[in-house]
Antibody, heavy 122, light 107 residues
């Protein structure tokens, strides 16, 4: 079964850091681009960042550029999001999502994790 | 950045009726448009990609149409499990962007 499982969320103070992980199973992880998508409480979906299957190309939303870093370890089938200089407006459920087609970086998302909650508050 | 808009914000429909949801892009996204369904407390689920292709396991009552800047998701006969929020997403250009969503609720 194709599955994504996020972890690493929690409560952090403004200006703090957090690293999210997403463990993938059931598919050839290195063949697919992956993204992080977030959803603030009661709000819509916001794409945050994407990374190619090899990890050689990365993309960011302007709202997180320079503060967040996406990476992956294909030997561990795991996606990461390092979040620094966190702000209250970063409070959200963070989902990892798999690109629909192998080799495509900008794509629809056919598999989503269950999400991990990040709360930025003093 | 391509801005996605959706209308209406809320659609009240009776079970068994047809629902038509609209999505508009601020510039052409060709057919690189997806639709997702999200229920409370759940992750989004892919319904449609390529503007009109149903994802695996999606019932035939869901259909998508359009290209360029105007898109439509139609649910031909609403079932109880279809009451949810629906989002469109363009993946033609970076940054990838979502519409604000249409909530389909029970009339």
């Amino acid at each position: 079964e194709v599955q994504l499982l996020e972890s690493g969320g929690g409560l952090v103070q403004p200006g703090g850091s957090l690293r999210l992980s997403c463990a993938a199973s059931g598919f050839t992880f290195s063949s697919y681009a992956m993204s992080w998508v977030r959803q603030a409480p009661g709000k819509g979906l916001e794409w945050v960042s994407a990374i190619s299957g090899s990890g050689g190309s990365t993309y960011y939303a302007d709202s997180v550029k320079g503060r967040f870093t996406i990476s992956r370890d294909n030997s561990k089938n795991t996606l990461y999001l390092q979040m620094n200089s966190l702000r209250a407006e970063d409070t959200a459920v963070y989902y990892c999502a798999k690109a629909l087609w192998s080799g495509y970086q900008n794509d629809a998302f056919d598999i989503w994790g269950q999400g991990t909650m990040v709360t930025v508050s003093s | 950045e391509i801005v996605m808009t959706q209308s209406p914000a809320t659609l009240s429909v009776s079970p068994g009726e047809r629902a038509t949801l609209s999505c508009r892009a601020s510039q052409s996204v060709s057919s690189n448009l997806a639709w997702y369904q999200q229920k409370p407390g759940q992750a989004p689920r892919l319904l449609i990609y390529g503007a009109s292709t149903r994802a695996t396991g999606i019932p035939a009552r869901f259909s998508g149409s359009g290209s360029g800047t105007e898109f439509t998701l139609t649910i031909s006969s609403l079932q109880s499990e279809d009451f949810a929020v629906y989002y469109c997403q363009q993946y033609n250009n970076w940054p990838l962007t979502f519409g604000p969503g249409t909530k389909v609720d029970i009339k």
